[in-house]
């Protein structure tokens, strides 16, 4: 049944039943029905094990689009590791509960075949030169091409009006709104507040990784970020003693950081004086799982 809800013009759809789909013609046919009933379409592009993080995602996209569209597929490409592919854990079942729960409209779940019918080599990708290559590119070769070409596919197939991202992945949520920009791709890419555990602990699908004892010290890359962020925001400006500083913190509590670092917020490039939208980035190992995250910080000329 739909109503039209009168405050905003927003239809919802009460009792649907979530269409799971799998191959992209039939995809394509729902999207231009629904297209035709003057639908807007929100696109959340997922790798499943669904938590809190990407329920505000859907959230976001169930508040601000007539229909919900939720990709769920690990992309091979994306991983530089194989052991890290193997272990990525998979919980279609629950997350499709989820997704039915959040009154999402379609869960599309393509097999690897289905998205890379011609496999990985030698097909065409997307680059994206410079912001792909460092910090997390530069730790993980080839991972933001395979995030990319992903991307790409997923928006050239469904042409949301607009697909929604955690900012958690922050350097992935610009390279997307650089390639979209790029390639001129239709809508619009909109970042989300990252969700965090109440220690602080930014929602991942790794953090199930986490043994007990790695748990417990995870948070202090999110501490070790907000002291950087203090320390700048009182008007300490010698970023790489402030990194350095940190990165000495966290070794001494145990964790392994590969780096800490103070960028500006639109295009990571270092910052200079007169910038005051940044972002301090962090990425650490635990045992074997690697963890990310960062804050923004925007400073006020009156420091
Ligand atoms: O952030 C993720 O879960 C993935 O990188 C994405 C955007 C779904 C592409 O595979």
Not at 23 to 44: F, G, P, T
Not at 169 to 191: F, K, S
Not at 196 to 206: C, K, N, T, V
């Amino acid at each position: 049944m739909w109503i039209q809800h009168t405050s905003s013009k927003r239809y919802f759809a009460h009792n649907a039943i979530m269409l799971t789909i799998a191959n992209i013609s039939e995809l394509r046919a729902r999207l231009a029905a629904w297209r035709r009933q003057a639908a807007s379409i929100a696109l959340v592009p997922t790798m499943g094990n669904l938590h809190a993080g990407h329920m505000s995602l859907i959230e976001y996209a169930r508040a601000n689009a007539t229909r919900v569209v939720v990709s769920i597929f690990v992309n091979p490409m994306q991983f530089d590791r194989a052991e890290d592919l193997a272990a990525y854990p998979r919980t279609l079942e629950e997350d499709c509960c989820q997704l039915r729960a959040l009154d999402t409209d379609l869960a599309f779940i393509p097999t690897v075949d289905v998205l890379y019918p011609r496999g990985m080599e030698n097909i065409t990708r997307v680059e994206v030169p410079h912001l792909a290559y460092i910090l997390e590119g530069a730790s993980r070769p080839g991972h933001f091409a395979g995030v990319a070409t992903i991307v790409t596919k997923l928006l050239t197939i469904v042409q949301p009006d607009m697909a929604v991202f955690g900012e958690k992945d922050y350097q992935q949520l610009l390279i997307v709104q650089r390639l979209v920009a790029d390639l001129n791709l239709p809508g619009e890419i909109v970042g989300r507040p990252t969700v965090r555990e109440p220690d602080g602990l930014a929602m991942s699908s790794r953090n199930g990784h986490l043994t007990a004892q790695e748990r417990a010290l995870a948070p202090g890359l999110h501490a070790a970020l907000l002291d950087v962020g203090d320390h700048i925001r009182k008007g300490r400006s010698d970023y790489s003693w402030l990194e350095r500083q940190a990165i000495h913190e966290l070794q001494a509590t145990g964790l392994r950081p590969d780096y800490v670092s103070t960028r500006r917020a639109y295009d990571l490039a270092l910052p200079d004086a007169g910038d005051r939208d940044l972002v301090v980035l962090g990425a650490i190992w635990l045992g074997g799982t690697r963890l990310i995250d960062n804050i923004r910080l925007t400073l006020m000329d009156y420091r």
